[in-house]
């Protein structure tokens, strides 16, 4: 990491070490991906489908904090 991005990153966070007195030692940033393109088009709302986002996003994040 350089100097820059690092900067930019105390710059983002500065608010919770002011407020709150947190040191952020590391930032993930986790994105959704889209198996089937549609399903964000045509705002599929049917429960299971919600379910299954919502599973996909548990499943990275655990993913991501094991990293």
């Known amino acids: 990491m350089d100097k ?5 990153i105390n710059l983002k ?3 919770f070490k002011v ?3 947190a040191e952020i030692k ?3 940033y986790i994105t959704r991906t889209e198996d089937h393109h549609h399903i964000y088009e045509n705002a ?3 429960l299971d489908t919600i ?3 919502i599973h996909q996003g548990e499943t990275k ?4 904090l094991l990293i």
Do not use: I, N, P
């Open 51 to 53: 379910k299954d986002l």
């Open 19 to 21: 407020e709150h007195g």
């Open 26 to 28: 590391k930032v993930s």
């Open 4 to 8: 820059d991005e690092l900067r930019q």
């Open 61 to 64: 994040t655990y993913e991501a």
């Open 44 to 46: 599929d709302f049917l």
């Open 13 to 15: 966070y500065k608010k």
